[in-house]
């Protein structure tokens, strides 16, 4: 089972940072945070992924808590094609490729 | 290069029949990963198979059933479908399995079949 919660739906303005949060409270030492992404009908997209430190990409940072029970996805400028629903995982050890995702979080940038 | 691939796009079928979903990993990925999502649902795992053996299975009924060809290409089987059972199967692939302690394997996943059950 999903063990992050997240928040429904999220509004952000076109040119803005769009942050949207997650917390993963159970969240063990060597448990994964990964960021996904999708846009209506399509298959998830990878967007970011960290144990401790926080990391930045092309497409995005990833801030996580000193006690890692949660976290803050940053899109430093969102574009109307950032509208999509976002999805917090938990990286389970000795799952393998088992990714438990939530309902996420719809988030509609407006221009 | 090509993505995940997944094939058909598009299905519909009645209630009892049989379905097989393909998908193709990327090129040198040897994991593959079967996701079942209901419309306004984040996916939902079902299968992961690894060099050709189940690694992992999700809470799906038997009637659900995967394999693994040599080539790492998937078959996602599913008998007697139900109304329910329609949703977008998702594929997703890795470049390998690290079963054990922390992992950060990424996941590429296709754009999925939308089967719809009548």
């Known amino acids: 089972d999903a063990k992050t919660t997240q928040p429904t739906s999220m509004d952000c303005a076109e040119g803005r940072a769009a942050n949207l949060p997650c917390n993963h409270s159970?969240?063990?030492?060597?448990?994964?945070v990964y960021w996904y992404r999708q846009i209506h009908s399509q298959g998830p997209q990878y967007i970011i992924h960290?144990?401790?430190n926080n990391e930045t990409n092309e497409m995005a940072s990833l801030i996580i808590t000193e006690d890692r029970k949660s976290s803050t996805l940053i899109l430093p400028h969102a574009t109307l094609r950032d509208t999509a629903v976002y999805y917090c995982?938990?990286?389970?050890?000795?799952?393998?490729?088992?990714?438990?995702f939530g309902t996420g979080t719809s988030l509609t940038v407006i221009p | 290069d090509a993505g995940v691939t997944q094939s058909p796009t598009h299905l519909i079928k009645t209630r009892g029949q049989h379905v097989t979903l393909r998908c193709s990993p990327i090129?040198?990925?040897?994991?593959v990963s079967w996701y079942q999502q209901v419309l306004g649902q984040g996916p939902q795992f079902i299968f992961q198979?690894?060099?050709?053996?189940?690694?992992g299975r999700g809470n799906f009924p038997d009637r659900f059933s995967a394999r693994q060809f040599p080539n790492y290409s998937s078959e996602l089987n599913v008998n007697a479908l139900l109304l329910g059972d329609s949703a977008l199967y998702l594929c997703?692939?890795?470049?390998?399995?690290?079963?054990?302690?922390?992992?950060?394997?990424?996941?590429?996943f296709g754009s999925g079949t939308q089967l719809s059950v009548l």
């Open positions: 159970t969240i063990s030492g060597n448990e994964y």
């Open positions: 198979y690894y060099e050709k053996e189940e690694r």
């Open positions: 995982i938990v990286r389970t050890a000795n799952t393998g490729n088992q990714f438990y």
């Open positions: 960290g144990l401790k």
């Open positions: 090129s040198g990925h040897k994991s």
């Open positions: 997703a692939s890795s470049l390998e399995d690290r079963g054990t302690g922390a992992t950060n394997e990424k996941l590429f």
